[in-house]
């Protein structure tokens, strides 16, 4: 299996490595191979394990690891393999020069071997820089530093610019995101390159209907039922009875939702509004929370003074009740009063 070509490259990860790892010592060549995963099995082995297994320190281990690599880089096989370095420089620059770790070698092959194989080459290659894994971003990979400065910026600004519970379709995502990249070369000014910058972030994420926004945001990490339902009767754009909500999400997402789970998750959630029997709409759309009484008395807040007609009209909107409902909660001398020109108003 030596000699097995990585799916998108043009050269021997594998035997390029092994040529690399015989101009070393064999405790050197031991330790690279336990710690990257080139030997027969792809486990990675740490520090620790590793150390045990010679009687050394955890510390001393990691110095023979970065003595092993300097002395790599001076070596014949090194410059031997320049252009194997040359074609992962052209694989990330394809790429759009800055990509997560995972995206990279997952590109390159499949095959956990060989992508150890691929990562010892990255960190040994001269070429190539890394950015550390921290909160706010993914582990990645670039070559030019000037432009991966320019991506994290970009994140970091179109991150700032959106709101706790704000979705955005994902072509306004991409054109937002252009405006804050600055100066880019227009090979890069794609929306393939532009979706593979932004899941360098872990601030920015996507829910399943491909809808952007913050990734803590219960609109975006879909969690469980309610969730889901969330995003089934966003996208159906109007009230939607909890019946049809669960068949829903089981046709959207593929997911299982029980009628009585998901019944009970609606009600629980305050980004939902009762609008008439097991008819549920989002708060978002401007529904107003509780009973009728209290989007007659609501729209006289708003609107004042007005007829039996114009109320129903106005209630109508938000609730799916019969008129005769409206019209009963309006003899409610406790809250509402009907003057001489025949407009009800709020008792005070």
């Known amino acids: 299996m030596t000699g097995k070509v990585a799916d998108k490259t043009g050269f021997k990860p594998k035997a390029i490595v092994k040529r690399l790892l015989t101009s070393l010592p064999e405790r050197s060549r031991s330790v690279l191979e336990a710690r990257f995963g080139l030997g027969a099995t792809p486990k990675r082995v740490t520090l620790e394990a590793i150390g045990q297994r010679y009687g050394i320190t955890r510390e001393r ?18 410059t031997e393999s320049q252009a194997a370095f040359g074609e992962l420089e052209r694989i990330i620059d394809s790429l759009g020069g800055v990509i997560c770790e995972d995206d990279l070698l997952n590109f390159i092959t499949k095959d956990e ?12 290659g001269d070429p190539f820089k890394f ?28 991150y700032e610019g959106l709101s706790d519970e704000e979705l955005i379709p994902e072509g306004e995502m ?26 360098i972030s872990k ?3 996507k829910n399943p209907l491909g809808e952007w926004g913050h990734a803590a945001s219960p609109n975006v990490k879909t969690k469980g039922v309610r969730d889901y339902a969330y995003l089934a009767v966003k996208k159906h754009g109007s ?41 549920y709409a989002l708060k978002e759309w401007g529904y107003t929370q509780g009973v009728v009484r209290d989007v007659i008395r609501e729209s006289l807040r708003k609107s004042g003074p007005m007829t039996k007609d114009e109320i129903i009209e106005k209630v109508l909107k938000e609730r799916h009740v019969k ?17 001489k020109d025949g407009k009800f108003s709020l008792v005070k």
């Open 61 to 78: 281990v990691r110095q023979i690891e970065n003595h092993a690599l300097n002395s790599l880089k001076k070596s014949d096989a090194y």
């Open 113 to 124: 071997s060989m992508q150890n194989n691929i990562y010892f080459l990255l960190v040994l």
């Open 131 to 158: 950015r550390k894994e921290d909160d706010e971003t993914q582990r990645c990979w670039y070559v030019d530093p000037e432009l991966s400065n320019k991506v994290e910026g970009a994140l970091k600004a179109l």
């Open 174 to 199: 991409i054109d937002r995101f252009l405006k804050e990249l600055q100066d880019i070369n227009d090979r890069h000014r794609n929306s393939e390159v532009l979706k593979r910058w932004l899941s």
């Open 203 to 205: 601030n920015i994420g």
């Open 239 to 279: 009230p939607l009875h909890f019946r049809e909500v669960a068949i829903m999400i089981e046709k959207m997402f593929n997911r299982a939702a029980h009628v009585a789970t998901t019944h009970n998750e609606l009600i629980k959630d305050d980004r939902f509004v009762l609008v008439g029997r097991g008819m």
């Open 323 to 339: 008129p005769g409902t409206i019209a009963v909660n309006l003899q409610n001398q406790k809250y509402f009063k009907r003057g």
